[in-house]
């Protein structure tokens, strides 16, 4: 199995590279200078890399996350870094009213948001799936529910400005895999939710972009920490995905796909050999690690 994927993963990426994308315009920083840019789930990991890059490009930044604290030490940095402006929000999107908040927020500093990067996320556990209906209801809220919400809210400023909405998943939101069910079942939603949005902006010629994220294993500290034990490859830098998923929202691109020829092959490899697909994401886990 092993050979297999080193053969089929490298020729996989390449056809779909070429069947499903024309080579995109050039990114240049110029594009995030002086814009307005909300990014929630900012105080760790990529949301926390993000606001870097964006610093660096001079924008104007509105963070959001639980803990205020370490929101105050990535807002200072930012000023460091050199951008535009940047404050924090802090508060749990479990809160029904949080996402209006956050926009008011945004609309009473800056008078008008151009970006939204939505990419908090709740937590769970990565195991066998042990019938806590509960538990996948409260993630709905956090990790999909909150994400409508926040771009209810945010939508009549982005027509405005004619800005975008960037949506952070993951493969888990493509293609089912081994002790995820409900983190894959609210990244699944997203999907949905957000690709029946961008038919309706088309129809309605609403010049709001939608940019689908799809996220392999990060090296973010909370995603090593939970799956490292159990998965066999190795996690792609946080720094370079934070920075692909900037460009590709400001590019207006319709999907990221990080790290590209990994999550692109498998993708592709669904849709032609689902069977095989399946086989070769199980072969991916030490199952002996994972403990019920």
Known sequence: MGLLLKIFIPLLGVALAFYFYSAPENFSEEM???????????????????????????????????????????????LELGAASARYVSGSMEDTTFPEVVVKEAENTWGGLDMLILNHIGYTYFNYFDGDVAHIRKLLEINFLSYVAMTVSALPLLKESEGSIVVVSSMAGKTGAPFSAPYSATKFALDGFFSSLRHEFIIDKVNVSITLCILGYIDTENAVRAVSHAIRTTPAPKEECALEIIKSGALRQREL??????????LLLQAIAPDFHDSLTRSGYKVENIRR
């Open 32 to 78: 995030l200078r002086g814009k307005r840019v909300i990014v929630t789930g900012a105080s760790g990991g990529i949301g926390e890399q993000m606001a870097y890059h964006l610093a660096r490009m001079e924008a104007h930044l509105l963070l959001t996350a639980r803990t205020e604290a370490k929101l105050q030490k990535v807002v200072k940095r930012c």
């Open 257 to 266: 796909h990080y790290p590209s020829r990994v999550v692109g092959s498998m």
